[in-house]
Each structure stands twice: as structure tokens, then as C-alpha cells.
């Protein structure tokens, strides 16, 4: 049974770093693995799609990276600012499911 | 950009009424989902659908049933809501192309308190 992990559960920073969220999964056997955003009371955006063929996706100051054979995941942010403040979920789809890790609230300190 | 949208923001109901959530999408997407959300338990999804008329449960689907009977909208029943349906609802959809587990677009979700 696939199940996701996302480390740390919480993180704060001062705006201006740079900084990793990590996803981990236990069944390589995916198609592909999405991150969101998620803002308190509203519904999820996608952030980055990775197929299962690929190593890594970027958009704008976001860049993710999948390694399939060790199960990880990392979503890169470059120069944080206030309005990147959110909670960063992961999910990984594989067999008609997609299974969701329980994200990582960010807070960026201005 | 594509649009899915939920039929409304919050609701309240009674124990014991039928409840109807609605989720329209504008992207001609084949697949369709219903997810539930909730404080420690993550995103669970309830029911998905592939194609108009198809439906397949999820992980909870005891205490709803869904309906597709056109390509864009896919609505979630209630159909005696209870305490322990009081939750966040959240729709998505996805294309089925290139082997048929694409990006997957959320609605606003439904914000559901059960009285």
C-alpha cells in the first residue's frame, strides 16, 4: 500500500531563502507525482507535474525533482517570499489512485 | 487555464437530509474526482469517475453515491448527511490522456457542516 510522507511537517523562514521541502513515498510503481499549494480554506493549485519518466520539472523560482528508485521527492523554492506562505502538498498517482501526503505549512517572515 | 468550479462555498445541513454537491469542469476532461479533507487525515478520495455514466469508490465511500451523467459535471450525494460528514469537500478533475493519469485541477471546495 503506497504511502506518502512530507518532511517537515512545518518550517519558518526569513523571506529570501532559499529552501527544500521533501516528499517521500513507498512504492516506486508510480505514474506521476504532483505538487500543490494549498492557501487556509481553499482548494488546491497545481504547482508542478512529473511524469514517472522524468527527474524534475521548474516553473519560475519552483523546481521539483523526482527520484523514483529511492522513493524521494524534493520541491525546491528559490528566493521565499511572504506570498509563498501555504501549506505544499505532494501526491503521488499510481494504479487509478492518487494517495496525498499530509503537506508542509510554510511560513515566510518578511 | 482550466476551471473547475463547486456549487458552493459553505454549506449547512441537518442530520438526515439529502445533500447535493455539484462540480462542473471546462476542460472536457475525462476524469472526474471527489475528495474529502480533514485535520490529520489528509485528502481522501471518496469516488472517481472516468467516462459519463462510469463511477468507481474510493477509500470511504460509505454514505455517498455520485452521478455523471454529462462530461463536465460530476455531483456528490449525500443521502442522509451526518455529523461525521461535516468536512471539507474538494473536486478535481484530469485528462486521460498519454496512459490516462494526468494533472490534476481542484475546485474552491465545499466547506460542509452537518447540524
Known amino acids: 500500500k503506497q504511502e506518502v510522507t512530507q518532511i517537515p511537517a512545518a518550517l519558518s523562514v526569513p523571506e529570501g531563502e532559499n529552501l527544500v521541502l521533501n516528499c517521500s513515498f513507498t512504492?516506486?510503481?508510480?505514474?506521476?507525482l504532483q505538487w500543490f499549494r494549498q492557501d487556509p480554506g481553499k482548494g488546491l493549485t497545481s504547482l508542478l507535474l512529473?511524469?514517472?519518466?522524468?527527474r524534475e520539472q521548474t516553473s519560475g523560482r519552483l523546481n521539483a525533482s523526482l527520484d523514483k528508485s529511492s522513493g524521494r521527492s524534493t520541491l525546491y523554492i528559490a528566493a521565499s517570499q511572504p506570498g509563498d506562505s501555504a501549506t505544499y502538498l505532494c501526491a503521488v498517482t499510481g494504479g487509478f489512485k492518487t494517495i496525498f501526503g499530509a503537506g508542509t505549512r510554510l511560513f515566510v517572515k518578511a | 487555464d482550466v476551471k473547475v468550479t463547486q456549487s458552493s462555498r459553505y454549506l449547512v445541513k441537518r442530520t438526515g437530509e439529502k445533500v447535493f454537491l455539484e462540480c462542473v469542469q471546462d476542460m472536457d476532461h475525462e476524469n472526474m474526482f471527489w475528495y474529502r479533507q480533514d485535520p490529520g487525515l489528509g485528502l481522501r478520495l471518496i469516488y472517481f469517475?472516468?467516462?459519463?455514466?462510469?463511477?468507481e469508490k474510493g477509500d470511504i465511500p460509505e454514505g455517498y453515491s455520485v452521478s455523471r451523467e454529462k462530461k463536465e459535471r460530476f455531483s456528490l450525494i449525500l443521502e442522509s448527511a451526518s455529523t461525521n460528514q461535516t468536512s471539507m469537500y474538494l473536486c478535481?478533475?484530469?485528462?486521460?490522456?498519454?496512459?490516462?493519469?494526468?494533472?490534476?485541477?481542484f475546485g474552491p471546495g465545499t466547506r460542509l457542516t452537518v447540524l
Open positions: 478535481a478533475s484530469s485528462s486521460a490522456g498519454g496512459g490516462g493519469y494526468n494533472e490534476q485541477f
Open positions: 512504492d516506486s510503481a508510480i505514474y506521476n
Open positions: 512529473i511524469q514517472s519518466s522524468q
Open positions: 469517475s472516468y467516462d459519463v455514466k462510469m463511477k
